[in-house]
């Protein structure tokens, strides 16, 4: 549907929060997962990393995700882990991985550390943006935005 506004693959920014913003000071994220049925999205944080130096996008700011490969393959090994499983039992140290922990609560800790939050749709605009390095996953990958 043409008219629909799907958030596969984007990134976004906070509705009318960022006004009068320069767009390198603007929060902006990527989207890892859009759940259309349930109108949510989870995201992670992009952060301004130096400027491309060569080619059409010479002195642009280049934009990454703020977690590192590692964390972003365990995010993605561990998304659809079972609830049941539990990790870490016994363990308790660093207020939390304790006897009844689950994968599910591990992984959700393990997110909030680099940011990744599950966001109503609603919320967000998304920005004009072209993926840079086409790369196999978020850590290697890099955005130039077209937000002004």
Request: neutral net charge; aromatic residues 8%.
């Amino acid at each position: 549907d043409p008219s629909k506004i799907y958030f596969y693959n984007k990134v976004v920014t906070p509705k009318g929060r960022t006004s009068g913003l320069r767009s390198s000071s603007k929060p902006y994220y990527f989207v890892l997962h859009y759940d259309e049925e349930g109108k949510t999205m989870r995201i992670i944080p992009l952060v301004a990393r130096g400027a491309f130096e060569n080619g059409k996008r010479a002195g642009r700011v280049r934009w990454k995700a703020t977690a590192s490969e590692a964390a972003a393959a365990a995010a993605v090994e561990n998304l659809h882990a079972p609830t049941h499983t539990h990790i870490n039992k016994g363990a308790g140290a660093n207020g939390g991985s304790g006897d009844g922990d689950t994968r599910e609560d591990h992984l959700r800790r393990f997110l909030e550390v680099v940011g990744v939050v599950t966001v109503p749709c609603e919320d967000w605009d998304i920005v004009p943006a072209d993926a840079t390095n086409k790369g196999t996953g978020v850590a290697e990958e890099s955005w130039d935005i077209f937000d002004s």
